[in-house]
């Protein structure tokens, strides 16, 4: 079974320059999430779908951070404006849509900005 | 507010013995905990789960433990191994949404 697969693997970028962060699920898994890690943090989960449907956004930066998923398969994650503090791992995961499936991660881009 | 808690930044163990990683966490709405490993430069692969209707779960060498009323677990790894070193997050999510909230992680080092 092919795993996660994410692009790209780093970024490096000046902020207020933008960036996006695509991710390719595991398929028929119809659950799909974006997490940011912060160095020396656990995972912080940024948005949710299920299928190509937004179930919980609560904790995304709806004023600079958008993502979609189109026809219910891969994800792009964007920042525009990227700030200094968005200098993190972000990783995208994806379940099948059973009660307690664990979630499986994708190796991560890791964002850098300047 | 951290509602999955990891108060151990790191942890060294020797080789062969025993690696005790601890979890707290405060929201009682939880009732599905997991383990994930993270290596370098990887993201975090599943481990062991437990669900609030048990109290222990075994997976070769893995053990989680929940206590409910004290709102813990822990990972018990044994014999310990070399390549067991790396960060351990545990994750907790509540019924009807698979959402995981994560504690900070615990680096494990097994010395040889």
């Known amino acids: 079974e092919a795993g996660v697969a994410q692009s790209p693997r780093y970024k490096i970028i000046e902020k207020r320059q933008s960036v996006a962060f695509w991710c390719n699920p595991i398929s028929g898994h119809a659950t799909l999430y974006w997490y940011q890690q912060i160095l020396g943090q656990g995972p912080k989960l940024l948005i949710q779908?299920?299928?190509?449907?937004?179930?919980?956004d609560s904790q995304l930066p709806k004023d600079r951070f958008s993502a979609e998923r189109l026809k219910g398969v891969d994800s792009t994650l964007k920042i525009q404006p990227a700030k200094l503090e968005d200098s993190a791992v972000y990783l995208c995961a994806s379940s099948i849509q059973t009660a307690n499936s664990p979630l499986h991660f994708g190796n991560g881009t890791r964002l850098t900005v300047t | 507010d951290q509602q999955v808690k990891q108060n151990s930044p790191s942890l060294s163990v020797q080789e062969g013995r025993i690696s005790i990683l601890n979890c707290d966490y405060t929201n009682s709405m939880f009732d599905y905990f997991l383990w994930y490993k993270k290596y370098p430069a990887e993201g975090p692969t599943f481990l062991i789960s437990?669900?609030?209707?048990?109290d222990k779960n075994e997976d070769g060498r893995f053990t989680v433990f929940l206590n409910k009323s004290a709102k813990h677990l822990s990972l018990h790894i044994v014999p310990s191994q070399p390549g067991d070193s790396a960060v351990y997050f545990c994750a907790a999510s509540a019924s009807g949404n698979e959402k995981l909230t994560f504690g900070t992680g615990t680096r494990l080092t097994i010395i040889p």
């Open positions: 779908f299920q299928n190509n449907g937004v179930v919980d």
């Open positions: 437990i669900s609030s209707i048990k």
